[in-house]
Structures are given as structure tokens and as C-alpha cells.
């Protein structure tokens, strides 16, 4: 029995040593040490002479082909920082756009994503926004700013199918008479938003809940200004706000830092554009609601100790309109 140990000894001492040897070999290699492999560059497939923005071409208020969107505005004040022309990949804003611009290498940079969606690699927040009340003057609800005032009770309410709005309305027992509109379409051909006004304006719904920078802006125009009111005096109103950032592809870490950057440094001119636009803007506090009513500078721009985790348990929708 000890002859045969031996024997076996023998016979797997030479795979034992080639294991051995390249144990060490990968120990002082950069390709076989893990920690080396993980700080190894991988492949920068982003284009440095243009900024190539994927947008939507009919997604105001967030971009068109026109370039009168928000997001447009935001992509020319990231090419100016860099010292780089802003040119667009179009594709809706529906099924597969991820897949057919940013992961098809057409194009670099997503300017509006929720954080906390994985198929794209999230910068740190440009803004922070909520959802909003919408109603008419004169019909009754001057004056309510929450979906607990018991006047919205028993009233027809639009609201988009699978919102985090139509969650904190079931909280507050206003699903009895929802009028429910879309949330992905290709907005080249539907506009549910709109819709949703025209029918505030009409009368065929007392009410919408909707996510505040749609609300702001479609509520101003092709009819009688309505009443936005963005919700922030609910319990459980900071589940109904999220974090936007800008979305890159996964693996582009530079690129990333590299944006990081731009927005820490451009934060207030970012912050100029979409207030200019009427977007409802938090602080960058998932405990508070409280509002931003002038741009920040680029120090209170710094991210908050929370600024990297999600602002909810459930994260903003792909499209940026929860």
C-alpha cells in the first residue's frame, strides 16, 4: 500500500509542479493576476472628435430632431465643455432603443436615463424630479397640492399605466375612476401626455398625475395654461421622485469619469436649462422633497454621501418619465 502512494506520488508530481509553477507564473503576470486582469484597460470604443448623443426625435419635452428639447439643451453644454460638435443617432424612445443606438456603437451618450437601470452604465444625477397633479382652474380643486385632499376623492384621475404616480394614488384610494394613458409609445405618432391635457381641458377627467418635467411643459401649451402641482406634501412622496443621469455603455468607466466631470463642473448651467424649461427640481436628498428654485453652484453640486445609491426601492422607468 505504501509502494503504491508512492507510486502515485510520483506519477502526479510532475502535473503537481507544472501547477505549481503556474500558480507563480500568474501571480507576476498581468494577465493571469485577477486584480491585474480587473485594472486592465478594455476596449474605448468611444468616438473623441464628436460627442454622439442617441436620442429620441420627437420626445419633447426631452429632445427632437429640432433640437427644442432639454435634453438637447444639456448635450450642447456637454460638447461645449469638452470642445466637441454634438451629432445624433434618432431612434423612439420605445422597445430596443438601447440595443439599436448606445449597445450598436452608433452613438456614445444617453442624456436622460433613471438610475438604477442596468443596461446602461449611469453617471451621477442631473437632476432629481417628481411627479405632479395636473387640473383646470375653476373646476373644483383650487388649491389641492396632495393626493390626500379629500376633494380628489371619487373624481375621474388620467394616469399612466404602471407609474410610480398610480402607486401612491392606490395609497390614497383614487383608483375607483382612472382614466389610464400609455407609458412607452413612439412618440412620433402618439402623445399621451397630450392627450391627458386635452382631456383635463375638456372635462372628461377631473385630474392627471403624470411625471413633472411632461407635465410642466405640455400643460402650457395648445389650450388653457393648467395647474401643475408637484407632489411633494404626500406621505410616501419621496418614493414618487428619482434621480436622472446620463447612460453609457457598460464598460466605458472612463467615459463615465469623464462625464462626472462635465457635470460637476457645468451643474449650474445644467440646472439653469431645466429650470428654464420648468422642471420640477428637487435636492439631491432621497429624505426631503424640498424644491430648487435657483441653479446650483459647482461646489453645492458635489455629490451627496446617498448621491450614488438609487433614490427609491423601485428605480426610475428606462424612458426618464416614471
Known sequence: MRKRSIINLQRSAPALALSMLASAAAAFSPIGNSASAADAPKADLVNRKELRVCADPSDLPFSNQKGEGFENKIANIIGDELKLPVVYTWFPKATGFVRMTLNAKKCDLVIGWGQGDDMVLNTNAIYRSTTALIYKKGTGLDGVDALSDPRLQGKTIGMQQGSAGATLAAKYGLMANVHGYPMIVDRRYANPAEDMMNDIRKGDIAAGILWGPIAEYWAKRDGDPLVVVPLVKDVGAARIAFRITMGVRNGDDAWKRTL???????QGDIDKVLL???????????TSTEMITKPRTSASAEPSPSGAASTAATPAPASATP
Do not use: F, Q, S
Not at 260 to 266: A, F, T
Not at 276 to 286: A, N
Open 260 to 266: 462626472n466631470e462635465v457635470i460637476r463642473k457645468r
Open 276 to 286: 428654464d424649461y420648468g422642471v420640477p427640481l428637487l435636492v439631491d436628498d432621497d
